[in-house]
């Protein structure tokens, strides 16, 4: 059965780290380009970040430049997103997506995925 299953939010103090994982299973992530996405309450759901699978590139949303850093690990099947120097405004259910590329580079737009995990939440507060 294909299916993405997110874990590793939670409550955190701002200025503080989570590490979430997003887990495969029924497919191997290392052929799909994989997007980490966030939606707060009564928003639209954006883009967080993505990495290829072509090449290994990463595209960030500017709002988590330099604070936020995705990575893979094919023989877990499982790619990560570490969070770091966390604000309340980062506050959202996340979610992490895969579509099947094989020479095309990620992008963090929600329709170019078409595979979705259930979200995990995470909430910056003190």
């Known amino acids: 059965q294909f299916q993405l299953v997110e874990s590793g939010g939670g409550l955190v103090q701002p200025g503080g780290s989570l590490r979430l994982s997003c887990a495969a299973s029924g497919f191997t992530l290392d052929y799909y380009n994989i997007g980490w996405f966030r939606q707060a309450p009564g928003k639209e759901r954006e883009g967080v970040s993505c990495?290829?699978?072509?090449?290994?590139?990463?595209v960030y949303a500017d709002s988590v430049k330099g604070r936020f850093t995705i990575s893979r690990d094919n023989v877990k099947n499982t790619v990560y997103l570490q969070m770091n120097s966390l604000k309340p405004e980062d506050t959202a259910v996340y979610y992490c997506?895969?579509?099947?590329?094989?020479?095309?580079?990620?992008?963090?737009?929600?329709?170019?995925?078409?595979?979705w995990g259930q979200g995990t939440q995470v909430t910056v507060s003190s």
């Open positions: 997506a895969a579509v099947f590329k094989r020479f095309v580079r990620c992008i963090i737009s929600p329709g170019a995925y078409n595979y």
């Open positions: 990495i290829s699978r072509s090449d290994g590139s990463t």
